[in-house]
């Protein structure tokens, strides 16, 4: 039970410390790029201001389709032809964003 509290500690702080590295307030860019079946960036978390525009451009050597969870976007997106997303985050809560044919979590948007 004690080994089990720790861990939801370091889990806490772990989440805490990866929020506050890469704080970020107002309209939020996230470019993205999907080459060789490798995304980039991958996993990173951005801290959005609840009503901020967010805009995320995906470039890819492949179809693909772009999902942000949460706010229900998917765009399908054309090999050579960059995509742009942009949408107000107007509701609060943790959302995903991911890539469905390289199936991989481009990024995680906190809106508070
Ligand atoms: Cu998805």
Redo the contacts with the bound molecule.
């Keep these: 039970m004690r080994r089990l509290i720790g861990l939801l500690l370091v889990t806490v702080l772990l989440a805490t410390g990866a929020c506050s590295s890469s704080a970020k307030t107002g309209p939020v860019s996230i470019a993205v790029t999907i080459a060789n079946g490798k995304v980039t960036p991958s996993g990173a978390t951005y801290e959005v201001s609840v009503g901020s525009k967010v805009t995320i451009t995906v470039t890819s050597d492949a179809a693909d389709t772009v999902?942000v969870?949460g706010y229900e976007i998917?765009k399908e997106v054309v090999a050579g032809t960059p995509t742009v997303i942009t949408f107000t985050a107007d509701k609060t809560g943790s959302y995903?964003v991911?890539t469905?044919v390289v199936e991989a979590t481009i990024a995680t948007l906190h809106v508070r």
Excluded: F, L, S
Aim: negative net charge; without cysteine.
């Design positions: 999902h969870h998917e995903e991911e469905h």
